[in-house]
């Protein structure tokens, strides 16, 4: 894969006048089309390093490159947005307008576009989401997986090359997390837009190519979602939960059971406890 996003010893605080680092030493290499998913508790810089990645935030010191470009150059920051969008948690923080359509529209119109462009790329990003049927609907009517969907939509509409995702489901009932993720899921695979995904659900991880875990501003581990839930005791000292279907297939580890490691979904985890009882009746 081509390397898109380049993170080079990066620190970074809020204050000039502080000696609090929100990060501390970050190195990260994020390739194109590649899917991350960044995870740790509250105040360990998750979101900080989200807000770096489109230059909201310009690293205190060390670098980011976005596709060859110096994040820090202000003559290229409107390159720089453009092919890095930012989803926020709370999707009302992003819609503007009272109609679905020109809230999509709205970063296009900002961006300049010529009015039959906005019109192409709005149908596509709605179509892209599955919400080219609500065009005309009040946001205000949409759920909170719909409302997120239409806050996805937005910036897909200006046709990012990357979209940073930080913890949108986390206000959301099940039903609009399933919605949210499989749009994710769907970006990333058909489009091959590369995703930066910031969750505190360790369900939605399994779907990354790698996940990086952050913890008092610093990366202390990452790998694929096979590699990283390898050791769940490591994890745990993190304080950090695992898919449930690991979860169980940890415990009848740990009483003697004979199961894979790093069993991640459903079906996974069927096909080991099949096997598993298949030997022991084999056994009676």
Do not use: W
Request: contains cysteine.
């Amino acid at each position: 894969m081509k390397e898109f996003i380049k993170i080079e010893n990066v620190y970074y605080k809020y204050y000039d006048n502080s000696d609090n680092f929100a990060l501390k030493g970050i190195d990260l290499t994020i390739n194109k089309g590649e899917f991350i998913a960044v995870v740790g508790h509250n105040g360990c810089g998750k979101s900080t390093l989200s807000k770096l990645l489109n230059s909201i935030f310009i690293p205190t010191t060390g670098t980011i490159t976005v596709d060859g470009i110096d994040t820090k150059n202000d003559d290229k920051l409107f390159e720089i947005r453009k092919k890095v969008g930012l989803v926020l948690q709370n999707p009302d923080n992003q819609i503007v307008a009272g109609i679905v359509e020109e809230d999509v529209a709205f970063g296009c119109e900002n961006l300049g576009f010529r009015p039959q462009e906005i019109r192409e790329r709005v149908d596509y990003a709605l179509k892209a989401v599955d919400m080219y049927d609500y065009r005309l609907h009040s946001p205000e009517k949409l759920s909170g997986g719909q409302k997120q969907r239409v806050a996805i939509a937005g910036i897909i509409a200006m046709k990012p090359e990357c979209i940073v995702l930080d913890e949108p489901t986390a206000m959301l009932d099940p039903k609009g997390r399933d919605e949210v993720l499989n749009t994710i899921r769907e970006l990333n695979k058909k489009l091959g837009i590369t995703i930066v995904l910031i969750t505190h659900y360790m369900e939605e991880t399994i779907l990354a190519d790698k996940i990086v875990m952050m913890n008092d501003g610093a990366i202390m581990l990452s790998g694929t979602p096979k590699e990283f839930f390898s050791d769940v005791e490591l994890l745990k000292r993190y304080r950090l939960d695992v898919p449930q279907v690991t979860e169980l297939c940890y415990k009848l580890k740990g009483c003697g059971y004979e199961l894979p490691d790093s069993v991640l979904d459903e079906h996974e985890c069927v096909e080991a406890l099949y096997k598993l009882l298949s030997n022991y009746n084999e056994l009676l």
